[in-house]
């Protein structure tokens, strides 16, 4: 059993806490938060003790786990604090604001020898695990070329940090960040970036970005970023092989479609829809970090998996400021 303190008491707090409240070898132990109020009125749902000072629950908790989701530019110091004392980790994504804070926070947990989890949810999501089946079994042929693309609206947050985009990282940091590392797993690592957007527009409340990625199997990436969604959060991914073009869109009630090309002979191509079932991915992956954690092994996303990721965020940024691209290999 692991007794897990969640430092954050948001919308992600939250369902952080439910997931660990729902598995029989985790207990929601504590809910740490500045503001008192809210920290109390998540507390009461898991019998958890409350706490408005970090260090203060690290001592005193009981705790083995500290389970991070907070602004962005908090994350590097709350895993080094957390390793400082002992406890394995869970944090939300991106790891840090910086590839420079991200290094150090990994280099905690490995001074501290405790495992460091970065909670990359999108390869839970059913969907996109089903996409990177489909890709790895050959269903399209020799991957060649990618278009994701996801947004909505701008989140609020405390003090409406998101839209200070120098703390959030904007829509890439915040939003492509799960793209980028899925299409990490499905094509391995990036070695070119460039990226045109309105990070530096100033536009109040207002985001886009579109990243293109080359990755060192050669496969190039189209990856879309946007905040101006007005309602509504919308993904979309093409995968384009030599044998034909895979296609997956949320809002469409049968998501996943090949088309196939016509081998030589045939009439046509074949259209195979697929309809995943939906699961919780916050549960599975949370799950897969504790399991981990009892078992002894290593969670699937990696202390490197994290720092990649902003790797990528971060040059993708650069791009956009300076408009040249950026080598990272």
């Not at 079994?137 to 701008?154: C, H, W, Y």
């Not at 469409?252 to 074949?270: L, Y």
């Amino acid at each position: 059993m692991k007794r897990v303190g969640v430092i954050g008491a948001g919308t992600m707090g939250r369902t952080h806490a439910s997931a660990y409240a729902r598995m029989a070898s985790a207990k929601v132990a504590a809910i740490c938060d500045p503001r008192a109020d809210v920290a109390e009125e998540v507390a009461k749902s898991f019998s958890a003790r409350v706490f408005t000072d970090v260090e203060k629950m690290l001592a005193e908790g009981e705790i083995d786990v500290v389970d991070i989701c907070t602004p962005t530019i908090t994350h590097a110091d709350y895993v080094k604090a957390a390793a400082a004392a002992g406890k394995h980790v869970s944090c939300e994504k991106p790891l840090a604001r910086t590839v420079e804070q991200a290094e150090e926070a990994v280099k905690a947990c490995e001074d501290a020898g405790v495992t460091l989890f970065i909670a990359h949810v999108l390869r839970w999501f059913p969907e996109y695990r089903k996409l990177r089946e489909l890709v790895k079994s050959g269903a399209v042929g020799e991957a060649v070329e990618v278009r994701t693309s996801r947004g909505g609206p701008l989140s609020r947050g405390i003090s409406d940090w998101y839209a200070d985009l120098k703390q959030s990282g904007g829509a890439v940091l915040d939003v492509v960040i799960h793209d980028f590392d899925w299409l990490r797993t499905c094509f391995g690592d990036v070695k070119r970036v460039y990226a045109r957007g309105l990070y530096e527009s100033g536009i109040p409340r207002m985001d886009y970005a579109l990243v293109t990625l080359r990755f060192e199997s050669g496969v190039i990436a189209h990856v879309e970023a946007t905040y101006a969604r007005p309602s509504g959060f919308v993904t979309s991914v093409e995968i384009a092989g030599n044998e034909g073009l895979l296609n997956y869109r949320n809002m469409d009630s049968m998501p996943i479609v090949i088309e196939c090309r016509a081998k030589e002979g045939m009439s046509s191509g074949v259209i195979v829809p697929e309809s995943p079932t939906a699961y919780d991915p916050y549960y599975l992956e949370l799950e897969h970090f504790i399991t981990c954690l009892e078992e002894g092994r290593t969670p699937d996303v990696t202390p490197r998996d994290g720092v990649e990721a902003v790797r990528i965020c971060e040059a993708a940024l650069t791009s956009i400021t300076t408009g040249e691209p950026v080598v990272l290999r």
